[in-house]
């Protein structure tokens, strides 16, 4: 059985956890879930559970506290060398257990219910995030800080990411229409983002229209039907890169009947600034800006950041 060596090494974790326990205080608290979670109130052994918590953590300062991370987190750069537990989707439950956490963090969308649950049998405590918006990022990062006793850097952090979605909305407020938007996050098949999507309200903060926008959240079509959407901004955004994310865009480029084409207004951008749920997001819309609004791109509206 898979998880059949927890069995030898689950009483010396165990006899670890209560004894660091026997010597600092521990607090109650609840997740984004709604869950109780009795947690360690200065936790020093994390485990992160998905590359936008990693994130989060290294912007609090707080990165001297992480165990161990997930495969592709990889932002900032010194987080792929943290010791890994598994891809986001396929924890590797037995070396989370070696790692010996005193809390983990995980994400409603991706991390395994079950996972989350075994980890709690084994007396491993786990807060579940589970932002959905830009306003959900900020009360995350605000949430992860208060665990981390690091709330003072999580108030400067969403203070200046408010201040930036301010910035963007007084600039979009003077744009005389709004371009019709195609992001493709999919090559084979082509997927975009729908409603319920950080691409979605980023694309809408930013003065587009997303022509996916809809129920689904990330719904297929066909080249037929993205042509005929007639798309004035195409973004292509893949984990996909390369020779192969090149490609995609010149095949894109031959059909010059849509007007993002015709007025090479085609391009290729990092999806991490759009599907983490971090402050990144913000580089993300200031991006957006650029691309959908050239005309109102003024050089020194970004520079001032608080």
């Not at 987080?79 to 890994?84: E, N, S, T, V």
Request: hydrophobic content about 45%; overall charge positive; proline content about 6%.
């Amino acid at each position: 059985m898979r998880y059949k060596h927890l069995f030898i090494i689950l009483p010396v974790l165990i006899f670890f956890s209560f004894s660091a326990g026997a010597q600092s205080a521990v607090k109650k608290t609840t997740d984004q879930l709604g869950r109780s979670v009795i947690l360690p109130d200065n936790p020093e052994r994390i485990v992160s559970l998905a590359p936008s918590i990693t994130e989060i953590i290294y912007e609090l300062g707080q990165e001297q506290r992480l165990a161990g991370v997930t495969r592709f987190s990889d932002f900032p750069p010194e987080a792929a060398k943290l010791p890994k537990v598994g891809s986001f989707v396929h924890l590797d439950l037995e070396r989370i257990v070696a790692l010996k956490p005193d809390l983990c963090i995980a994400a409603k969308d991706g991390n395994p219910r079950a996972v989350v649950e075994r980890l709690e049998s084994l007396q491993i405590p786990v807060y579940v995030v589970n932002p959905r918006d830009l306003d959900s990022v900020m009360e995350t990062v605000v949430e992860i800080g208060a665990l981390l006793n690091a709330g003072k850097k999580a108030k400067s952090l969403v203070q200046n990411m408010r201040f930036r979605i301010q910035q963007v909305k007084s600039l979009v407020a003077k744009a005389s229409s709004r371009p019709r938007v195609f992001y493709q996050v999919g090559i084979f098949p082509i997927v975009s983002a729908g409603s319920d999507t950080f691409i979605h309200e980023l694309i809408l903060f930013a003065g587009g229209k997303n022509l996916a926008q809809g129920s689904i959240s990330y719904p297929r079509f066909s080249r037929e039907q993205v042509l005929a959407l007639s798309p004035e901004v195409f973004i292509i955004s893949s984990m996909a890169r390369g020779e192969v994310f090149e490609r995609v865009k010149k095949e894109w480029s031959c059909w010059t009947d849509i007007p993002a084409v015709r007025n090479q207004r085609i391009f290729l951008v990092d999806s991490s600034l759009f599907d983490r749920p971090t402050s990144r997001l913000l580089d993300g819309l200031e991006l957006l800006v650029r691309l959908i609004h050239p005309e109102l791109f003024e050089p020194e509206l970004f520079e001032n950041k608080q």
